[in-house]
């Protein structure tokens, strides 16, 4: 379960002040959420607060029964993936593979959940996503929908209990996209979509929250909220 409550966030030395403001929501397990608002309503401020990358300044975040603090950061960011809005935030490894594999090895995990070799997992992860040929090529010369492909292969490769994907389908080509979404859809975890796709959320979320100014503006089945015209436009969707 994942549990954030009366979440404030601000960024240090900024005169914005609050950029999250008493943003509170439950996520059972299983549950795909999208997380939807205009540019700059604090998507991914809130993706990065629950992970600690932004400090809370106010109220907690629970992820599988752990309350974030310092003393459980590593704790919590080993069982929650997220995957950045900017890719050059993600892959910082010589070639692909090495930065698929730069988790995993890291964390001390030598084989997946499902007792495969990470080298196995790793391949097939890569041919899921269609960049099998890529493996050997070096990260920061790929283009922005390999990059963004490469960057979700390090992080499913980990197995997280949750998953937290900021605009995952941002650069992506249909074909790239559609590899993604059968992936995400086969997947088992609780996962928290901040996006501004509109065909990826119908298909992959059955609840979406809507956040405006920092503020959570509305909780609901995704088809009720998509259909509710006057709410999508008061939150410049
Ligand atoms: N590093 C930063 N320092 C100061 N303020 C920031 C920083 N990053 C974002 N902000 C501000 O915080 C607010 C929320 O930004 P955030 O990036 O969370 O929006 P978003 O919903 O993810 O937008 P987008 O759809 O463009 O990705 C914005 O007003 C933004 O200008
Ligand atoms: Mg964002």
Known sequence: MLRVQ??????????????LENVSFTA???ERIALLGANGAGKSTLLLSMLGVLP?????????????EKATLTQVR???????????????????????LF????YGMNKTD??????????FLLD???????KDRMSHKLSGGEKRLAALASVLIMEPQVLLLDEPTAFLDPRGKRALTTILTGLPQTMLIATHDIP?????????????????RADGPTTTILRNETLLAESGL
């Open 103 to 106: 988790g995993p090895l890291n």
């Open 6 to 19: 009366n979440l404030y966030a601000e960024y240090p030395h900024s005169q914005l002040g609050h950029v």
């Open 56 to 68: 809370i300044h106010a109220g907690s975040v629970e992820i599988c029964g752990v309350r974030l």
């Open 28 to 30: 059972n397990d299983g």
């Open 78 to 100: 080993a069982r929650t993936g997220l995957v950045f809005q900017n890719p050059d935030d993600q892959l910082f490894m010589s070639t692909v593979w090495e930065d698929v």
């Open 128 to 134: 899921s996503l269609g960049i099998g040929h890529l």
């Open 114 to 123: 499902e007792g495969i070799s990470l080298e196995n997992k790793a391949n």
């Open 200 to 216: 990826f959320v119908e298909t992959l979320t059955s609840r979406a929250i809507v956040l405006c100014k920092g503020v959570i």
